[in-house]
């Protein structure tokens, strides 16, 4: 007795909630007689027509790098120190020394920039190979500022030269860790 009570009631809410989803929707002529949406859309520097498609605004190509100097002090100062890097591994010796973590932390939006842009690449291929070529840097950083250069040579072919050029620079220590790690890009 008591499951046809639930299921009566059960039934009766759903009639229920149908005709209430009926009664509620309005009709075609109301529809029609509604405000259109509104098509001007003020932001926080301007008006804009939204009814209108957008113009895509096209940027100019860029004739001086968005790498600004601030940016690469920064890098330059965070160029890991061999003692540095020995001190941040007998601290922990089972963590990435924290020296090398700030560093490339800190060249990871310069990489970013220099993929999308030829000035910003050959900004950054100068500080790469001034850290490559530095025998107080640690040999890893040196390794991946090896690496890095590489990198940005796939994405701009005109590097290339470059890349070779500093491969023939760095000492054969890291070319060797370079091998080692399976680190060079060809």
Do not use: W
């Not at 499951?3 to 149908?18: E, N, P, R, T, W």
């Not at 989803?21 to 098509?39: G, H, M, V």
Request: glycine share 2%; aromatic share 4%; net charge positive.
């Amino acid at each position: 007795m008591k499951l046809k009570h639930i299921v009566a009631g059960f039934v009766i809410l759903l009639l229920g909630g149908l005709f209430l989803n009926i009664y509620e929707r309005p009709n075609l002529a109301q529809q029609e007689q509604t405000e259109p949406p509104a098509t001007i859309v003020t932001t926080a520097d301007e008006k804009v027509d939204v009814s209108r498609p957008m113009e895509k605004k096209k940027m100019p190509a860029r004739s001086v790098s968005s790498i600004t100097t601030s940016e690469i002090k920064k890098l330059r100062n965070s160029f890991p120190d061999k003692s540095e890097v020995r001190a941040d591994v007998e601290k922990n010796p089972h963590r990435t020394p924290e020296s090398l973590v700030i560093f490339a932390t800190n060249m990871g939006p310069l990489m970013e920039k220099a993929y999308k842009s030829d000035k910003d690449a050959d900004v950054l291929i100068k500080v790469l190979h001034d850290c490559a070529t530095d025998d107080n840097v640690a040999r890893s950083a040196r390794a991946l500022c090896v690496k890095n250069v590489d990198k940005i040579a796939k994405t701009h072919p005109q590097m290339k030269g470059k890349a070779e050029e500093l491969r023939s620079d760095v000492s054969p220590e890291v070319l060797k860790l370079l091998e080692k790690r399976n680190m060079m890009m060809r």
